[in-house]
């Protein structure tokens, strides 16, 4: 009898849980119709009472939950705590409108504490049912460019309401251009998005670029695990491929690693932002929070966007050094990528260990080998050259053009600085564009191919690419058989891999700079090509064409932004069936150059 009252509590919380999902994305959606596109009083007075009642009705499941797993000490079932704390947040707001306000200034009271209820349900729902690829066979690399394509079409949805606008609403094909964008971590821009969006379609665009930046299955990974408590072996190793770690056992930590180093960061750049922008925000007619919290996130994540006319060269905040500073620091940091911020933590935990233990103890040090990987000291390494040289030839090229109206040295190396490593996928500026001379445009062009690190919220080929294949020249050059660098050789597989990966940009440059010739023959080809190596690099940084494009180059910019953000070789791989090759080999043959 027990174990048959037992199966039943199963099935009833199974039940309430599909529930509560059903009814939590109806609310949603209930949610963005009254907040994004109703504008009719009666139908608000609906869709108010609809998402009330709903609401209400959470807070009553909810405590029946964590009543039924806690004093019956139902274990297989397993004690949500996610459960019992929403249930207290619920009860918390229905205290406050009910019996009148228990917070100050009756806070609580507002209707959006309703919306972040419901939202938080659906969130944790979706989240326990996230890990259900046991059921189905999935390609990894088919499941990231679903999940992409997926949030591109999500963001196009949301970006068609009504009320994401000041006026009229955007074509399909702005909504969909700037859905991609954001996802893509792209930063280009066909609309002001300070004067055509209004604060709830900066929001939506904002969660756009921050799911787009650590990818929506690192997310659904995340709090699959946190609030279900368990991550089965056929996600593990899903999860093993899409986060390129070695071990199997260590995908939870790196998956609770990447949300906590991210969160960590963008936390600490709004801070930063919003004490220095102090002075300015009046000036900018901005919501200050909001303001630090959209460029922080946009920064880390390599986006580009801005709710300031002229972003970072708004005449308010072009001479905001401190400003520029923290801008550049956090897409840097964004861009090195999550494996050298992990391995970078893993050697100052080591040699703070060891100080502690030598000043405490008096004991000798304890030495290990390689604690920087090889693949940490080749991105630190050609990250840093790639900064110094982007940094010294802008200044060198611009001093007496864009750079003549900052007066102090101090000011020049500040907007060198950031403008020799804003190609590499982030998209700020803080100097008119149009205005740049032609080797400057040729310069950032070969720094947007390039891009980011691996692992990391950027875009293009990548450091780890572009040093493969200069190491390969200078080895080649030099007579060698073999690629070596750091005492380490480079394995034949890495190098395949690279010239595949610059061969397939060129061919994904080349199609984009061939069609929009072909919509958008009228334009200037610097300006096209120049945007075709933004998209593909998902940089963000454009001449001024692309809001003046026909809707078929927004198309192909758009295509060209989700391959360069999804990786053309992944994309292939995703897309071609496997094949079982025959173990065989032909004799060699060399080939003539």
């Not at 009642?53 to 939950?65: M, N, Q, S």
Request: aromatic fraction near 16%.
């Amino acid at each position: 009898m027990k174990f048959l009252e037992d199966e039943k509590l199963i099935k009833g919380l199974k039940y309430t849980d599909l529930f509560m999902l059903y009814v939590s994305l109806i609310g949603s959606l209930f949610i963005l119709v009254h907040v994004g596109y109703n504008s009719d009083h009666q139908v608000a007075y609906f869709l108010s009472a609809t998402i009330k009642v709903i609401f209400y009705g959470f807070a009553f499941l909810l405590l029946l939950k964590a009543i039924l797993r806690f004093f019956f000490k139902y274990q297989k079932a397993g004690f949500q705590y996610t459960d019992l704390l929403l249930g207290l947040y619920c009860w918390f707001i229905v205290a406050e409108r009910t019996f009148g306000p228990v917070s100050a200034d009756a806070l609580f009271r507002q209707g959006e504490w309703l919306f972040v209820g419901i939202f938080a349900v659906l969130l944790v729902e979706i989240s326990k049912n996230s890990l259900f690829f046991d059921r189905f066979y999935f390609n990894p690399t088919l499941l990231f460019v679903i999940s992409f394509l997926f949030l591109v079409l999500l963001g196009t949805a949301l970006l068609l309401l009504p009320k994401v606008t000041v006026g009229a609403s955007l074509s399909f094909v702005d909504a969909l251009f700037m859905a991609t964008s954001a996802v893509c971590i792209t930063g280009l821009s066909v609309v002001d998005i300070s004067s055509k969006f209004s604060m709830f379609g900066q929001g939506v665009l904002l969660i756009l670029v921050q799911l787009g930046g650590l990818g929506i299955m690192t997310f659904t990974g995340f709090f699959g695990y946190f609030f279900s408590g368990s991550f089965s072996y056929k996600n593990q190793l899903m999860y093993t491929e899409l986060l390129s770690e070695k071990k199997l056992g260590s995908v939870i930590n790196t998956l609770l690693k990447i949300i906590l180093i991210t969160f960590s960061v963008e936390a600490l750049g709004t801070i930063l932002i919003y004490f220095y922008t102090a002075d300015v925000a009046n000036k900018l007619g901005v919501n200050h929070l909001f303001f630090s919290i959209f460029h922080a996130v946009s920064s880390f994540c390599n986006a580009g966007f801005s709710i300031i006319p002229g972003g970072l060269n708004h005449e308010e905040l072009r001479f905001h050094y401190p400003l520029i500073w923290v801008s550049s620091f956090l897409f840097i940091f964004g861009g090195l990528g999550f494996g050298i911020m992990f391995n970078s933590f893993t050697f100052i935990k080591r040699w703070a260990i060891n100080i502690f233990i030598r000043v405490v103890y008096g004991k000798p040090f304890t030495y290990k080998a390689w604690v920087i990987s090889f693949n940490s000291r080749l991105i630190a390494w050609t990250s840093v050259i790639l900064l110094i040289f982007g940094t010294l030839s802008y200044m060198l090229l611009e001093y007496h053009h864009t750079l003549a109206e900052h007066k102090s040295l101090a000011g020049k190396l500040t907007t060198s600085f950031l403008m020799g490593a804003s190609p590499r996928s982030a998209g700020f500026n803080s100097v008119p564009m149009e205005n740049l001379g032609m080797p400057t445009v040729v310069i950032m062009m070969l720094l947007m191919w390039i891009g980011a690190s691996p692992a990391s919220t950027g875009g293009g080929i990548k450091t780890t690419t572009f040093a493969v294949i200069v190491l390969n020249v200078v080895s080649l050059v030099r007579g060698k058989d073999r690629v070596e660098v750091f005492k380490r050789e480079i394995s034949t597989d890495s190098l395949k891999r690279a010239s595949t990966v610059v061969f397939l940009s060129f061919m994904g440059i080349g199609l984009a700079f061939f069609f929009i010739s072909l919509t958008d023959g009228d334009k200037s080809i610097q300006s096209l090509a120049f945007e075709c190596f933004s998209a593909y690099g998902t940089t963000g940084l454009s001449l001024g064409v692309t809001p003046k494009l026909s809707n078929g180059g927004k198309m192909v910019l758009a295509a060209s932004m989700f391959v360069g953000r999804v990786g053309a070789l992944t994309l292939l791989v995703a897309l071609i069936k496997e094949t079982t090759f025959k173990k065989y080999r032909y004799p060699q043959e060399q080939v003539l150059f």
